[in-house]
C-alpha cells in the first residue's frame, strides 16, 4: 500500500507540472495544443528520470529481510 500511495503523489506531482508548464506558455501567447505538445516534449525526460530514480531506489529493498515485504505484493 505504502507504494501505491508513493506512486500516485508521483503521477499527480508530474501531471501538476506538466500543467503548469503548459499554463505558463499559454500565458506567452503560445497555441493550446502547441503549448501541450511541449510541456510534453520538454517535461518527458525529467519526469522520466524522477521515476527511474524511484525504481532504482525502492529496487535496494528487494535484498532487505526486513522490507522485503514491502517490495513484493
Do not use: C, H, Y
Not at 508513493?6 to 495544443?33: C, P, Q, T, W, Y
Amino acid at each position: 500500500m505504502i507504494g501505491f500511495i508513493a506512486l500516485a503523489g508521483i503521477i499527480v506531482r508530474n501531471s501538476i507540472i506538466l500543467i503548469d508548464f503548459a499554463e505558463m506558455k499559454r500565458r506567452e501567447g503560445m497555441a493550446l495544443d502547441e503549448a501541450i505538445i511541449e510541456a510534453g516534449a520538454v517535461r518527458f525526460r525529467p519526469m522520466l528520470l524522477t521515476a527511474a530514480a524511484v525504481v532504482v531506489g525502492s529496487f535496494v529493498i528487494v535484498f532487505d529481510p526486513i522490507f522485503q515485504g514491502l517490495a513484493w505484493p
